[in-house]
């Protein structure tokens, strides 16, 4: 067997933690670099992957099925693969990961091997996720994520981080467990619980997908989060290190959506159709209800956590659209929100880091102080608006496109509706950016800040280049997810056909 | 008395000859040497689990069907030996810390593990009673060990008054069975009721009897009311063999007689066992969410865990889904003994004097100060809750397949559901340890603190090969089913 790219990827950051595991824990530095290294190899590595993916293809690809055990005659096996829709999603990951341990060089100074070992086992667990194509292989991949953030929460994040940790594993736990019941029920029915077989096979029957669509949606749209599912998310994000936030705003959110594109489409396309207007209903309030809270908050890292509400909404309502553009358009803007939310979270991680303070009223007239800062953090701003010329827009306009013309959905108003949520945007983060840099100087304390140093401009750079990459040539993007889309959307139209 | 008869009841032999080798030689020990006690003990059950698979091979059953020897109980009796040893280890330390260091506590022992050894082997009603009372009378005295301490006084008095009206129950189901069959004999039982000659009231009433009797020792709600008093107040390492040996004993005879005389009561009791089940979880759960003491906790999760193994027994009716039941509650069972084992070992370490410093705030800072342990009780949490890449998981996955299988898919949403209840205690056991400040302090002993990390690592490797395992408990089927 020559080497599985997939394989490597997912397990080279287990040998980092080996590796850390091996070093005395005062060795501080050492430890750091270990992870960085491993993190950025495993990026290296994702890309190796990336060169070797044919974007041409709308299959499965580096597929490796290898039987596990078995359970009263159903098959478990370690099945893995990679299409044009998770490549992204590993890319994403794989890349956020070395920019959010980097930005934990100072931020983090206790228990630091304990932090580095739950980061990178997270990313495993991230990984997992994205590549199973068993389901069991999958519920264990999405469970095990719940560890390690749990205590990333729990013993590096702020004042209430019990709290928010309990609350995080709580709500996950109660989404999954239903998935599980679903799981198992597949399963039993059908003798298996790989994916490529059920999918498009067209084996579940309508009735049966209605309630499997709500074990699993559930699962999802707890993590996405939805509205009204969601108030685990500014407890979480508040409370978490930034490090930890930017994982969970920028993969671990992803991993709801994900679901919904892997799982509930595809395997329960009568069902998808049905509650699409319900589910993009949804969407559009989450839309409007997370930009008006945004606006209100004083945290401000609560107002980036209300932003990710928002934003996920988009992603949503482009889902639940089932069609080509709806479905590019959610899955890009899932990278952007990636990005975009990822890189506040770090601006808004430095300034913590300064001034030990995330009120907005502590703050104001940094642009004088601090000038590069507020560069990086406006550009940052601005692709989290969806100023054109940067991705946010091309994402969240590709999804107004497709959900204007979604038949599924069934009318125009949601768009149309969510459209004001693209406005909304603009009046909060404005509204943030205001209150942060602009303006005199009022407190004495933020008189003698310091720029951003080297590393931190390494942290963000990466991610602000390829925001605009991505706002002026989205086309490389578009074209590696095209043909697996396109298949979804021919197993939901088919769908859509058999059921007139 | 053949060969064959010997070997049949060749494990639970050497334990009960070893019991009465450790009484006299403790009489020869002198205080230095009190050490060579458990040691003994700990050889003869080895000895017995070597026997059990070695000589039980090519044996089918022994004393004219007295004792069966079947895939089932080969799973059973190691997994008792296994049990006891894991309670010598934590106890050794234990006793003598709490001053109450003496050689009979080895002996009694081994004579409750031959009772279970009888128990999960027997195959006739007589000689289920009397392993019964084999397991149970040991254990009476062993809660009272720490006697004239009042908690452990009270918890042997209560256990003994319940214990005696469980067996009274089964006494007085058994002689209905007779009465309706004429014979104790359990395959005797099944032809009768099979070709229609037995009494049919009679034998409605003996298994509710019965079965009243077995939901006592497996603690099942609403007969559960003794477990928190009695783990709480025996000495420590007791209440974890009583936890784990005694519940898996209860399930032992409790399977293997309902699921001889059950396919013909499946219409009567499957309502019956899907309430207690459902009551069981519910209750379980939700009161150790109340509880601030971790012995109490763990009385009610174990409660709780009862509950789990009882769903597995539902779709027992099912003749096709009956293998996967009884493999399914095996393999919970070994999960959960070894979740247990390790738990409790936790506790022993935490105990000070008088039965205190087992509060759940007593735990607070145990990750710093002894990281190895709040690890490992991180993983006994972990697994209890279901999470994977433990074998708790497994546990759970199988026998919610299992209710699923058998059409009870509203009660596996409802054990379901419990877990997600049962996460919240359990996480705050982990939140203590690791997320909040304090002094709290792990008493090291080598062979404590070894249960605990052995129990550890054998639920985490073998999460992810649980397939051997999962072999072996498809294996364990019953003779006649």
């Known amino acids: 067997m020559s080497l599985n790219p997939l394989l490597l990827t997912i397990a080279f950051p287990l040998a980092g933690v080996v590796v850390m595991l091996l070093l005395k824990a005062k060795w501080k530095n050492a430890i750091r670099w270990t992870a960085l290294l491993t993190s950025l190899v495993t990026f290296g590595l994702s890309l190796w992957m990336l060169s070797q993916f044919n974007s041409a293809s709308p299959d499965l690809q580096f597929e490796i099925n290898q039987a596990w055990f078995s359970l009263g005659g159903n098959p478990i096996g370690f099945h893995i693969g990679v299409d044009g829709i998770s490549i992204l999603m590993v890319l994403l990951t794989t890349f956020l990961t070395p920019l959010a341990i980097l930005s934990t060089w100072k931020a983090v100074d206790e228990k630091v091997k304990s932090f580095m070992a739950f980061f990178l086992l997270l990313e495993v667990g991230m990984l997992g996720v994205f590549l199973s194509l068993d389901m069991v292989l999958f519920y264990i991949f999405w469970e095990f994520t719940l560890i390690p953030m749990y205590f990333l929460i729990g013993l590096w994040g702020g004042e209430r981080r019990v709290y928010a940790a309990v609350k995080f594993f709580l709500y996950t736990m109660a989404g999954s467990v239903l998935m599980l019941a679903g799981i198992l029920w597949i399963g039993l029915q059908y003798g298996s619980f790989n994916l490529t077989q059920l999918v498009g096979s067209g084996m579940i029957p309508a009735a049966a997908q209605l309630w499997l669509f709500g074990a699993f949606g559930l699962a999802f749209a707890i993590k996405v989060p939805m509205f009204p599912l969601h108030s685990w998310l500014p407890d979480a994000h508040t409370e978490a290190p930034t490090a930890g936030s930017v994982i969970l705003a920028g993969v671990l959110l992803k991993m709801g959506a994900y679901g919904f594109l892997r799982f509930n489409l595809p395997l329960f396309p009568d069902a998808s159709i049905q509650f699409a207007p319900w589910m993009a209903g949804l969407a559009v309030v989450g839309i409007i209800y997370g930009a008006l809270v945004a606006y209100r908050q004083k945290d401000v890292k609560k107002l980036v956590a209300y932003s990710s509400i928002s934003h996920l909404g988009f992603v949503v309502l482009g889902i639940f659209a089932l069609n080509l553009q709806g479905l590019q358009g959610a899955i890009l803007q899932m990278v952007n929100h990636g990005l975009s939310t990822g890189a506040l979270f770090l601006v808004v991680g430095m300034l913590y880091e300064r001034r030990h303070t995330r009120l907005l009223e502590n703050f104001g007239g940094l642009w004088k102080v601090v000038p590069v800062m507020g560069t990086l953090a406006l550009i940052t701003m601005l692709s989290s608006v969806g100023l054109p010329g940067l991705n946010g827009f091309v994402g969240e306009f590709t999804i107004l496109l497709g959900a204007f013309g979604s038949e599924a959905i069934g009318s125009p108003w949601f768009a149309g509706v969510a459209t004001l949520g693209v406005i909304l945007a603009a009046v909060y983060l404005f509204h943030m950016f205001q209150k942060l840099f602009l303006g005199p100087v009022i407190h004495e304390e933020n008189q003698k800040l310091k720029d951003v140093s080297v590393r931190e401009i390494l942290i963000l750079a990466p991610i602000l280049l390829l925001a605009f990459w991505i706002g002026l040539y989205p086309k490389p993007f578009f074209m590696l997810m095209a043909p697996a889309v396109e298949k979804l959307t021919t197993i939901i139209q088919s769908a859509a056909l058999l059921a007139q | 008395m053949t060969l064959n008869d010997f070997y049949s009841i060749l494990?639970?032999?050497?334990?009960?000859?070893?019991?009465?080798?450790?009484?006299?030689?403790?009489?020869?020990?002198?205080?230095?040497?009190?050490?060579?006690?458990?040691?003994?003990?700990?050889?003869?059950?080895?000895?017995?689990?070597?026997?059990?698979?070695?000589?039980?091979?090519?044996?089918?059953?022994?004393?004219?069907?007295?004792?069966?020897?079947?895939?089932?109980?080969?799973?059973?009796?190691?997994?008792?030996?296994?049990?006891?040893?894991?309670?010598?280890?934590?106890?050794?330390?234990?006793?003598?810390?709490?001053?109450?260091?003496?050689?009979?506590?080895?002996?009694?022992?081994?004579?409750?593990?031959?009772?279970?050894?009888?128990?999960?082997?027997?195959?006739?009603?007589?000689?289920?009673?009397?392993?019964?009372?084999?397991?149970?009378?040991?254990?009476?005295?062993?809660?009272?060990?720490?006697?004239?301490?009042?908690?452990?006084?009270?918890?042997?008095?209560?256990?003994?008054?319940?214990?005696?009206?469980?067996?009274?129950?089964?006494?007085?189901?058994?002689?209905?069975?007779?009465?309706?069959?004429?014979?104790?004999?359990?395959?005797?039982?099944?032809?009768?009721?099979?070709?229609?000659?037995?009494?049919?009231?009679?034998?409605?009433?003996?298994?509710?009897?019965?079965?009243?009797?077995?939901?006592?020792?497996?603690?099942?709600?609403?007969?559960?009311?003794?477990?928190?008093?009695?783990?709480?107040?025996?000495?420590?390492?007791?209440?974890?063999?009583?936890?784990?040996?005694?519940?898996?004993?209860?399930?032992?005879?409790?399977?293997?007689?309902?699921?001889?005389?059950?396919?013909?009561?499946?219409?009567?009791?499957?309502?019956?066992?899907?309430?207690?089940?459902?009551?069981?979880?519910?209750?379980?759960?939700?009161?150790?969410?109340?509880?601030?003491?971790?012995?109490?906790?763990?009385?009610?999760?174990?409660?709780?865990?009862?509950?789990?193994?009882?769903?597995?027994?539902?779709?027992?009716?099912?003749?096709?889904?009956?293998?996967?039941?009884?493999?399914?509650?095996?393999?919970?069972?070994?999960?959960?003994?070894?979740?247990?084992?390790?738990?409790?070992?936790?506790?022993?370490?935490?105990?000070?004097?008088?039965?205190?410093?087992?509060?759940?705030?007593?735990?607070?800072?145990?990750?710093?100060?002894?990281?190895?342990?709040?690890?490992?009780?991180?993983?006994?949490?972990?697994?209890?809750?279901?999470?994977?890449?433990?074998?708790?998981?497994?546990?759970?996955?199988?026998?919610?397949?299992?209710?699923?299988?058998?059409?009870?898919?509203?009660?596996?949403?409802?054990?379901?559901?419990?877990?997600?209840?049962?996460?919240?205690?359990?996480?705050?056991?982990?939140?203590?340890?690791?997320?909040?400040?304090?002094?709290?302090?792990?008493?090291?002993?080598?062979?404590?603190?070894?249960?605990?990390?052995?129990?550890?690592?054998?639920?985490?490797?073998?999460?992810?090969?649980?397939?051997?395992?999962?072999?072996?408990?498809?294996?364990?089927?019953?003779?006649?089913?």
Request: glycine fraction near 10%; avoid cysteine; proline fraction near 3%.
């Open chain 2, 11 to 481: 494990p639970a032999v050497i334990l009960i000859f070893s019991a009465l080798v450790l009484l006299l030689a403790d009489l020869w020990l002198s205080k230095h040497t009190k050490v060579v006690t458990p040691m003994l003990a700990v050889l003869g059950l080895i000895a017995s689990i070597a026997a059990s698979i070695l000589f039980t091979g090519n044996v089918e059953n022994g004393f004219g069907g007295f004792i069966l020897v079947d895939g089932f109980s080969r799973f059973l009796v190691p997994l008792f030996a296994v049990t006891g040893i894991f309670a010598i280890g934590m106890a050794y330390d234990y006793l003598t810390r709490m001053g109450i260091q003496r050689g009979e506590y080895y002996s009694l022992l081994l004579f409750s593990v031959s009772g279970m050894m009888l128990m999960a082997s027997a195959g006739d009603l007589v000689i289920i009673f009397l392993s019964l009372e084999l397991l149970s009378i040991p254990l009476y005295i062993l809660s009272g060990f720490a006697a004239p301490k009042a908690h452990s006084e009270e918890s042997a008095l209560k256990y003994f008054l319940l214990g005696t009206f469980a067996s009274g129950f089964f006494l007085f189901g058994a002689a209905f069975l007779f009465g309706a069959a004429a014979t104790t004999n359990l395959n005797g039982i099944v032809e009768a009721v099979t070709s229609g000659s037995a009494n049919s009231t009679f034998l409605i009433i003996g298994s509710g009897l019965l079965l009243a009797g077995f939901s006592f020792k497996v603690a099942a709600v609403p007969f559960h009311g003794w477990t928190p008093d009695v783990y709480h107040g025996a000495p420590a390492p007791v209440s974890a063999f009583m936890s784990v040996g005694a519940k898996a004993a209860g399930f032992a005879v409790l399977i293997r007689v309902f699921s001889l005389i059950f396919p013909s009561l499946a219409e009567q009791y499957t309502p019956i066992f899907w309430g207690l089940a459902a009551l069981t979880m519910l209750v379980g759960n939700v009161v150790a969410i109340a509880q601030i003491n971790l012995k109490r906790m763990l009385a009610y999760s174990s409660i709780a865990h009862a509950g789990y193994i009882l769903m597995a027994f539902v779709p027992f009716g099912d003749a096709a889904i009956r293998a996967n039941s009884v493999a399914s509650a095996l393999f919970y069972l070994a999960g959960y003994a070894l979740g247990s084992l390790g738990a409790w070992a936790v506790v022993i370490g935490m105990e000070k004097e008088d039965n205190q410093g087992t509060e759940i705030n007593d735990l607070a800072g145990l990750g710093k100060r002894s990281p190895l342990m709040a690890a490992a009780m991180t993983v006994f949490m972990l697994s209890f809750t279901g999470i994977p890449l433990t074998l708790g998981f497994w546990g759970k996955f199988y026998l919610f397949r299992t209710a699923i299988e058998g059409g009870f898919i509203s009660l596996a949403v409802i054990g379901l559901l419990t877990s997600l209840v049962s996460a919240f205690y359990y996480l705050r056991v982990v939140v203590k340890m690791y997320f909040q400040e304090g002094d709290s302090k792990f008493h090291w002993n080598f062979w404590t603190a070894a249960v605990a990390v052995f129990s550890a690592l054998v639920i985490v490797v073998l999460s992810f090969i649980p397939g051997s395992l999962f072999d072996l408990a498809v294996k364990a089927l019953l003779t006649g089913s």
